[in-house]
Every structure is written in C-alpha cells, then in structure tokens.
C-alpha cells in the first residue's frame, strides 16, 4: 500500500531577515484525501506554513517532503498544489472561461482539451453555462468558485485555500462552508485551508492544526480539539469555556471552587494544581441550593437558540452559561455538571508533553 501521508514538515523553523522567528521548530504530517484546517490568530505562522508547501518560501532550517521526496529546492510551478488566495486574484478583463483556462494555457495545452477541462472544472462548482460572463458582473460567491476552478482544473494533488472566505457576509460565508466541504469529498484531493474563525474550523475540517507563536498548540479532529483542548491557549481559543483553577486529588477526583467533584480524568500527580475546563452549555441551571456551584446571575443575552448567562461566584471567578432556560439578573441560580463536563489541563503543557504523559499513564495501567 502507497504512503497515506502526501506532506511532511520535519522541525521546520522560519525566519525573516530581521531574525524574526515565525515557525519554531514545527513537524506535522498532512494526509491525502482530507480536509485540514491551519487555525490560529494573525501572526501565529499559519498564512506562512502555506506559502512553504506552495513554494513561495524555503525554510531557514529543517525539511518538507511531499509524497516523500525533499522539496525545500522546488520552485512553486514546479510543484502539485495550487492556491487559492484571500482576494481570489482573477483577471478581471477576462471572462470566467478565459480566467479557468489561464494556467492550461501557460501549459500550451491543446485548445479542445482547454475546453472539455474548463468546462468540467465549472461543472465541479457549479457554474457550468457561466462560461461567457465578465468577472465583473459575478457575486463574491460565484468569484471565489470561479478561483477554485481556476486551481483545479490543473489538477493538484492538494489544494491551499488562505482564508478564502473572510470577505464574504455571514448568510454567503456560511454557504460556502458547505459548499468547500462537499467540493472536497468529491474531488477527494487534500484541502489545507487557513483561517482564524474557530466555528468555521470545527464545522469544515477532518483535523486541525491550533497554531500560536509559530507553535502547533495542538492537533487532531474537531470534537477531539473542542471536547479536549491540551491548555489554557487552546481551550480559550476555541469556543468558550470557564476556566478555574483546581487540584488534582487523585485520578477521577478534582478539587475546585472549595469541593471534590468526580472526574473523567487521570495520569496527573497526587494534589497536583491544574486548570479546569467546563464549557458554558455543559451547565444546566438549577435551584441555588441544588447546584454544584452557586452563582448570581451578573447579565444576561438572548442569542436566537439560546440565553447566554453571565455569573459569578463567590470567589469572584465568572462563569458563562448557554441555557434555554432564562435567569433572573442579580438572583441566584445553582449550576449543575456531570463527571464528563469537567476537563482538567496541565498547566502550560506541549502536545508532545501531553501525548508522553498519557502514554505513561495507560501503560502503567496496562502493567497493573
């Protein structure tokens, strides 16, 4: 069986000539036939770590194989990726047919052959019979389908996508997140799409790469990222969480807001300080004195599905609620969690650092 794995980064750092450091030391692996997602604020090194698979950078050190050949040297026409970039770069004294056809054309290719393969790639996204109509009178939907034509039509074996959507309304933003998923599943090549919008990475991707400082603060598929962010950064970034400061008693049992409440988690030292994460719509608001934690309720927000709720308790630390239930500003309400709602961090801790910990822990269980 072929290799799965189609780019490899193996320690790669980035520099620029003022010795600014915008990769550290990044190894990752990208699979084919997946949709990826590079996630994290600006400056972070997403936008970066795609210009170097495209070729558009060399890396200052380390090395990036695709299809497990070296490729640091390979100039960017020489490799099997195309982008497609924020502002879509079309041509716009040239019709959308003509903009598809650009890149076959460079490549001399013969002018029947143009035309079956532009047609076909306006097929794929829907915009066959567009063939005559000017950049101009087209939507910013139907221009950024028109750019993904342009780039697959020269049929790559992974397509860059650097926040695409980012300068389109919500209502077209949202439509076009479906539209990218269901573009890749029938392709079926590799999408790296770079954006910092959190829901619109837990609701496009197979795997995400959480970046920050030129560091992967974490990987791994949606549910894993949002139901297990590995520290504070991560479980900040993505969504909205109650963070509170705790210790680990033993495994299954933490201590925080002054009482010891069952967990799901272990491999931690005995009474170690950690970090607990509660996300606000694993809370459901009951009776004050029925509650895990007694609150007063500070503010209130109706969001449309539900009321956001903003509370404190008596240490001062606030808590966020999502409930379909409404509360009462400056009355007090109990909050209720199960076992399964509480996820307990390490402080500052590496995914390396995280992966190593529970390795140790289940074979230590293993051996018991």
């Known amino acids: ?72 040297q390979v100039p960017a026409n020489k490799r099997q990726v195309n982008t497609v970039f924020q502002d879509y770069a079309l041509f716009p004294h040239l019709n959308v047919f003509e903009n598809v056809a650009f890149g076959l054309r460079v490549k001399k290719m013969k002018n029947e052959d143009i035309t079956r393969n532009v047609k076909e790639a306006l097929r794929f996204v829907n915009l066959d019979g567009y063939e005559s109509r000017e950049i101009t009178e087209m939507s910013g939907g139907q221009r950024q389908r028109v750019a993904i034509a342009r780039a697959i039509v020269n049929e790559p074996e992974i397509l860059l996508l650097d926040e695409p959507l980012s300068a389109l309304d919500l209502k077209l933003r949202t439509e076009m997140q479906y539209e990218l998923r269901e573009l890749q599943r029938r392709l079926g090549i590799t999408f790296i799409f770079v954006t910092h919008d959190q829901e619109e990475a837990l609701a496009m991707s197979d795997e995400i790469f959480v970046l920050d400082k030129g560091r992967i603060q974490q990987s791994g598929t949606p549910t894993d990222i949002y139901d297990e ?114 996820h307990v961090m390490r402080f ?21």
């Not at 290799?3 to 990044?26: A, G, H, K, M, S």
């Not at 500052?348 to 018991?368: C, F, I, N, S, V």
């Open 229 to 342: 962010p590995i520290n504070r950064f991560v479980a900040d970034f993505i969504g909205e969480s109650n963070i509170v400061g705790g210790r680990m008693i033993r495994d299954y049992l933490v201590e925080f807001n002054g009482r010891r409440f069952e967990c799901v988690d272990g491999g931690f030292r005995p009474n170690e300080e950690v970090e607990i994460v509660i996300r606000p719509e694993d809370l459901e608001i009951t009776a004050a004195d029925q509650g895990k934690v007694k609150v007063r309720v500070d503010s209130q927000l109706f969001r449309g599905v539900h009321y956001e709720i903003s509370c404190y308790d008596d240490g001062g630390s606030e808590w966020l609620v999502h409930s379909t239930k409404k509360a009462a500003v400056g009355g007090e309400i109990g909050l209720q969690f199960d076992p399964g709602a509480i």
């Open 1 to 72: 069986m072929s290799d799965p794995t189609i780019i490899r980064f193996d320690r790669v750092t980035q520099r620029y000539d003022d010795q600014t450091t915008v990769l550290d030391n990044v190894s990752f692996e990208i699979r084919r036939g997946k949709f990826y997602t590079l996630l994290g604020p600006s400056g972070c090194g997403k936008t970066t770590i795609l210009r170097l698979i495209a070729g558009f950078l060399q890396p200052t050190e380390g090395s990036i194989s695709f299809n497990g050949k070296l490729i640091n």
């Open 348 to 368: 500052g801790e590496t995914e390396e650092e995280y992966d190593k910990r529970l390795a140790a822990y289940q074979a230590d269980r293993d051996g018991d």
